[in-house]
T-cell receptor, first 114, second 114 residues
Framework: EAQVTQNPRYLITVTGKKLTVTCSQNMNHEYMSWYRQDPGLGLRQIYY???????DKGDVPEGYKVSRKEKRNFPLILESPSPNQTSLYFCASSLWGDWADTQYFGPGTRLTVL | ELKVEQNPLFLSMQEGKNYTIYCNYS?????LYWYRQDPGKSLESLFVLLSNGAVKQEGRLMASLDTKARLSTLHITAAVHDLSATYFC??????????????FGKGTKLSVKP
């Protein structure tokens, strides 16, 4: 089954404790992206990647890191989480090129930083 | 800076009625996406619009793109309760080729009542 998986789905942590949210897709997609969703602010792009070893900042990259060492995986790293990073996070993937393709979203990770 | 504005943000409709959601954006782009999100769920891709004049239809939903007016519409025909959800448009900050940097509107929460 074609899917985007995220782990963990729920996480409560404390300020300053490094964490990683994993994202994996099994569709051989080149493009992957991370978003956060906050009430009243909608979805905002954090980082995206057009292919292995190629990453770019979205609109709200501060406080986050990503890496794309393999095509299927695109982990989101919070090296020193703060309460303002409490949010619902979505990973997405798609084919990409001169055409644009539909994005497939993961189920989401609800993060609470105390 | 690209801004994407959706309106209305809240829409209460009666079953059987027609309505339109508008998505305006502030800079040149020829790629626009529509997504649906059910409460507590992830996002589901509805339409990908790639050029001026593009029109796509799926069931009771029809989306169109006017790149000159920087406007996309999502038209709902004869609404049914199952269409109740939040609808997002997203614009790719590119013209003539994808960049992958997407800006989302804040979403339109649609409620269809009997």
């Amino acid at each position: 089954e074609a899917q985007v998986t995220q782990n963990p789905r729920y996480l409560i942590t404390v300020t300053g404790k490094k964490l990683t949210v994993t994202c994996s897709q099994n569709m051989n997609h080149e493009y992957m992206s991370w978003y956060r969703q906050d009430p009243g602010l909608g979805l905002r792009q954090i980082y995206y990647s057009m292919n292995v070893e190629v990453t770019d900042k979205g609109d709200v990259p501060e406080g986050y890191k990503v890496s794309r060492k393999e095509k299927r995986n695109f982990p989101l790293i919070l090296e020193s989480p703060s309460p303002n990073q409490t949010s619902l996070y979505f990973c997405a993937s798609s084919l990409w090129g001169d055409w644009a393709d539909t994005q497939y979203f993961g189920p989401g990770t609800r993060l609470t930083v105390l | 800076e690209l801004k994407v504005e959706q309106n209305p943000l809240f829409l209460s409709m009666q079953e059987g009625k027609n309505y339109t959601i508008y998505c305006n954006y502030s800079t040149t782009s020829d790629r626009l996406y529509w997504y649906r999100q059910d409460p507590g769920k992830s996002l589901e891709s509805l339409f990908v619009l790639l050029s001026n004049g593009a029109v796509k239809q799926e069931g009771r939903l029809m989306a169109s793109l006017d790149t000159k007016a920087r406007l996309s519409t999502l038209h709902i025909t004869a609404a049914v309760h199952d269409l109740s959800a939040t609808y997002f448009c997203a614009v790719d900050m590119s013209y003539g080729g994808s960049q992958g940097n997407l800006i989302f509107g804040k979403g339109t929460k649609l409620s269809v009542k009997p």
